[in-house]
């Protein structure tokens, strides 16, 4: 397949017998296509392979252990475990000349001997336990978003003849041999060569960089190669090649290669085949500015993992500072060599408890929340109808302050009925019958109809009376045809005498044309065109006009006027979308007109009829308009319709109000108005307008493109812009993909929309915006929640650790114990809180800005609020726990002493306090009840519970393995009231006004403004680097690049 032109036109005749010799040798029938046999099907499939293009190779668990295994503070803890195990055995035996290192003032002996070795063995073992569970998240993470992978595969659609039907099929189900019908906006899904085409011209810029349109014919350019697409014309397909074995499937079998798993590679953004750029990086990784959460994330990522560094830092000098002032300067001791063992021991001992303060500090959990929640929204919000192509466009789509919506779908039923018409010079504002209608006029519309839209337009009236006709391809070409069928002509039989083949010329619709026209020959000579289009445009193009004899007329400027003014604009002014029919003959001239001259050849048209079409307003738009507007979000309307037709629709659908100050444009006046005197178009000049723009009618990309980006650029307002857009033409792709988000129409879309998108309405409609509005909301309050209670946390573990290290030489909390908390924190917390539900208020606040706090008032009231409380109880119980629970005290315990009641009660005081605390985390905005909607969380109450029965058995059976003794009833009850405080806590915390935090706010923002944040945000941990293990962060990275690059990749194939 990689030649062309005659190459490959001499190749075909050379080798195959041309193309008629293909399909004998594939054994397929031109006319009829492939039977619908499926063990012949799936022979093909098995000879040549299945229509799925390479995917990128799922990692052994093995792998994700080994990342899991190079995390930085998992190498010291485990480095640390190593030496002081070794030492436990290598070291002399207590003697009366070791007796004295011991600073505690007794002997090892004192101790329990099996402490000895078993501390450094269980920290080993701990960590191999959270690394395998590590691992196992991350397994699971692949998996999820494979499953994903999957439900895209199943819900991509492409059309094929077989058994001389036209049949949706699955894209992967296409085989080598079936014929595909193709036309406007149509990307191949699969290589292969003409058998025959009416002006079809190719964009090709995604495999060989060609900006200008390739023409294709089976008599001189017959090849036609997978990811490239229709942007004129129609055309039917002989498939050679599919799935890995195509043109692009070459390709991504390239990039998809086996060493995809090394470092250097998953560094290496991975290029697709993308129309319009040649070999460029997926959406994901285009100029587009990163999303607001990654970069708060990322700011807020850095510093934490910075100030952790700074207290393990200072924590392990200070106890070694202390050891040796105490021991050497204090107590006189000297330094001797029996001691040096014992002296390594306690020092390893400090370094451990510096690692474990980094290991609560980081903010490891918050990628894994991010992960997670970004995994549950794509999931939740694909089952409501919206498939989500890009990852960053889940938490974007929550922050939009504008959407500029099509008219056609989003609002309306995407239903189209002809109401009105205007034919014979009698304007019929009902349908007419079909004896009313003069015979030559009656064959004109239906020559005019049946022929001049997509055949693939058809109409299919049901079985039972009680439904309604189904409408396939374009909805307006459908109404139309079906006001063919309510005048008793029968299209299907006019399309048998001339097929498609047959026509000797088409003129596509697009946006610059605005118009089909389709050219006949005639068997006595000369030619008929027949033009469809809209009124302002066609009209403006015809000289005569049939009357009511059916003959035409002279059609003058004023009769143009009075058409325009007593029936044009009364259909736009009830919203009715307006069409004028008309036709040309060329007498048999001597000469043939140049068909390339569209100015010459579309123009003196006479004019058959105009009709009114009607798309009615979905029933549950302007209650879902309403709901918009009270979320803070602007909807404006930009549609290729009128302005009377466009201002009808948007009153109907609440988008205007009488009472406000709107301002409704047509893309001629707001084109004068956004330029200069030099017709530059003015930054400042779209300011002007943007702001009370709320429709702009007869609009073109171009200008469509210049409002998105302006508005996107503007700062009028004080804050910069997020806009969202829809689309379902192939020239809606700049706009698309200028967007923050892009939304593009799944029934009615081009496959070019889709693919500059990054969300597809399934279903076409605006109310499945308003739900990904609401999930995009949900991962940043999600998050916030995560947030808030592992900072708690941090702040918490970090400042006890640190006070208790240095005040008793100890930590309150051992290194296993550390591990199982930063479980709890990152893990467990991670999937209770990521997966929250969207609350029902969730509409009624106003969109995050770009300068909005990550850390709000209320969050950092939270968390310091919080804090205190966890700090008191747990330093009251380090200090004079034993004096108010009668047991003794753990403070200057031995170095391999047995666990006391008092640290166990310590510990688990914390534990139940965070367990409790987690229910306090789901409300982030001051809301009193936090137990509201707890139940419809089932993951939350299952960890809850779970991590309580987990935390009794370490309690009570742990042992020396997790440094605890079990406690009593008593203790148990007091264990549990105290932790339960905090919700009772919490209660005083919320009543606490949030001005009293702002100056804190202020300062954290002034620290975050001097985080420096390098190159790409893909990962929020990217800037954890230093103390996160590389190939883990990037395993993350590849995971959601590569497969969502997958998605793109995949959607860019048909889906009809």
Known sequence: ??????????????????????????????????????????????????????????????????????????????????????????????????????????????????????????????????????????????????????????????????????????????????????????????????????????????????????????????????????????????????????????????????????????????????????????????????????????????????????????????????????????????????????????????????????????????????????????????????????????????????????????????????????????????????????????????????????????????????????????????????????????????????????????????SDRKSMSTVLKLSSGGFLMFSKGPTDVVLAKCCKILNKMGEPVELTETKTREIAQNIIEPMTSEGLQTICLAFREFSDQDKEPDWDKEEDIITKLTCIALVGIEEPVRPEIPSAIRKCQRAGITVRMVTGDNLSTAQAIAFKCGILNSQDNFLCLESREFDRLIRDKHGKIEQKLIDRIWPKLFVLASCTPTDKFTLIKGIMNSCVLGVKQIVAVTGDDTDDGPALKVANVGFAMGITGTDIAREASDIILMDDNFTSIMKAIVWGRNIYDNISKFLQFQLTVSIVASVVVFVGACVTQDSPFKAVQMLWINLIMDAFASLALATEKPAEAILLKKPYARKHHLLSSSMVKYILGHATYQLTVTFVLLFVGEELFDFDSGRKAFLHTSPSTHYTMIFNTFVMMQLFNEINARKIHGERNVFEGILNNNILCIIVGGTFALQFLIVQFGGNVFSCTHLSLDLWLWCIFLGAGILVWGQFVSIIPNKCVEPLIRLMDKKLEKVDIVGPMESVTEDLLWVQNPSRVQNQKRLIQSYHTYFHRSVSQIIQ
């Not at 699969?190 to 014919?217: C, F, H």
């Not at 085949?273 to 460029?280: R, S």
């Open 1 to 510: 397949m990689k030649l062309k032109g005659l190459e490959a036109l001499e190749l075909l005749e050379g080798q195959f017998g041309g193309v008629s010799g293909l399909c004998l040798l594939l054994q397929t029938d031109p006319e009829l296509g492939l039977p619908l046999d499926p063990g012949e099907l799936n022979r093909r499939r098995e000879q040549f392979g299945t229509n799925e293009m390479p995917r990128p190779r799922k990692r052994y668990f093995l792998e994700l252990v080994w990342d899991a295994l190079q995390d930085t503070r998992f190498i010291l803890l485990e480095v640390a475990a190593a030496l002081s195990l070794a030492l436990t055995f290598y070291e002399p035996r207590v003697s009366r000349n070791t007796k004295g290192c011991y600073i505690s003032g007794g002997s090892e002996e004192e101790g329990d001997k099996v402490v000895r070795w078993l501390e450094g063995a269980v920290l080993l073992t701990s960590v191999t336990l959270v690394v395998l569970t590590t691992a196992l998240i991350d397994w699971n993470k692949e998996k999820q978003f494979k499953h994903l992978h999957d439900q895209v595969v199943l819900s991509q659609k492409g059309k094929v003849l077989r058994n001389g039907q036209i049949l949706e099929v699955p894209v992967k189900d296409i085989v080598v041999g079936d014929v595909i019908p193709v036309s406007y906006g149509d990307m191949l899904p699969a290589d292969g060569v003409l058998l025959q085409s009416q002006n079809l011209k190719m964009k090709e810029t995604s495999l060989t960089g060609e900006l200008n349109m390739v023409r294709k014919s089976p008599v001189f350019d017959p090849i036609l190669l997978s990811g490239t697409y229709v942007v004129e014309g129609w055309g039917r397909i002989l498939v050679t090649a599919v799935g890995s074995n195509s043109q692009i499937g070459i390709l991504l079998a390239l990039l998809t290669d086996s060493d995809q798993g090394r470092l250097e590679e998953q560094q290496k953004a991975p290029e697709w085949p993308m129309q319009g750029k040649g070999i460029i990086k997926p959406k994901h990784f285009s100029s587009k500015t990163k999303s607001v959460l990654q970069r708060k994330l990322s700011k807020l990522a850095a510093m934490i993992g910075k100030c952790g560094m700074f207290v393990a830092t200072i924590t392990v000098v200070t106890l070694m500072t202390h050891f040796v002032i105490n021991n050497f300067v204090m107590e006189g001791k000297k330094w001797t060599y029996r001691c040096i063992s014992v002296y390594v021991k306690y020092f390893i001992k400090f370094f451990i408890i510096g690692v474990t303060v980094l290991l609560v500090t980081v903010p490891e959990g918050l990628s894994l929340a991010v992960t997670l929640s970004l995994a549950y929204t794509v999931k939740k919000m694909m089952k409501d109808k919206n498939l989500v192509r890009q990852l960053d466009a889940c938490e974007t789509i929550g922050n939009i302050t504008t959407i500029c919506l099509d008219k056609t779908g989003p609002l309306t039923t995407n239903r189209m009925t002809v109401v009105q018409a205007y034919i014979g010079e009698n304007h019929y504002q009902t349908l007419p019958k079909p004896n009313s209608i003069p015979d030559p006029i009656l064959e004109y519309l239906l020559k005019g109809i049946a022929i001049n839209c997509s055949y693939t337009s058809n109409i299919i009236l049901p079985n039972d009376s009680k439904k309604l006709i189904q409408q396939i391809g374009n909805r307006t070409e459908c109404a139309l045809l079906g006001f063919l069928l309510h005048l008793e002509l029968d299209y299907e039989t006019e399309r048998d005498k001339i097929p498609q083949d047959s026509l000797y010329r088409v003129y596509t619709f697009n």
